[in-house]
């Protein structure tokens, strides 16, 4: 059975900093990219970052880049993304999700195969 646990959310003040956490279980975990997407209170679910198979490259959002990095343990099997100079606007639910091997890291989050249950960061002002 497939699992992937978010962790790491909470409260924090605008400018502040968290990192989440994904564990995973049952995968092939190198097999897949990993991303984070979020989804914020009325909005669509949108994609925050991604890391390939051996964490050599990684895509982020025009939104977070800069403040955020993605990071990978393939012997732990989990996925990381650290949260700098976090803004109101990051509010949302966190979700961790696997790709099986695609040609590239996407950013559509149908094309993920597996996802987890989410985490809430919120930022306040």
């Known amino acids: 059975q497939v699992r992937l646990v978010e962790s790491g959310g909470g409260l924090v003040q605008a400018g502040g900093s968290l990192r989440l956490s994904c564990a995973t279980s049952?995968?092939?975990?190198?097999?897949?990219?990993m991303a984070w997407f979020r989804q914020a209170p009325g909005k669509e679910r949108e994609f925050v970052s991604a890391?390939?198979?051996?964490?050599?490259?990684?895509k982020y959002a025009d939104s977070v880049e800069g403040r955020f990095t993605i990071f990978r343990d393939n012997t732990k099997e989990t996925v990381d993304l650290q949260m700098n100079s976090l803004k109101s606007e990051d509010t949302a639910v966190y979700y961790c999700?696997?790709?099986?091997?695609?040609?590239?890291?996407?950013?559509?989050?149908?094309?993920?195969?597996?996802w987890g249950q989410g985490t809430q960061v919120t930022v306040s002002a």
């Open positions: 049952g995968l092939s975990f190198g097999n897949y990219v």
């Open positions: 890391i390939s198979y051996k964490g050599g490259r990684t």
């Open positions: 999700a696997a790709d099986w091997r695609p040609n590239n890291m996407r950013v559509v989050g149908a094309a993920y195969d597996y």
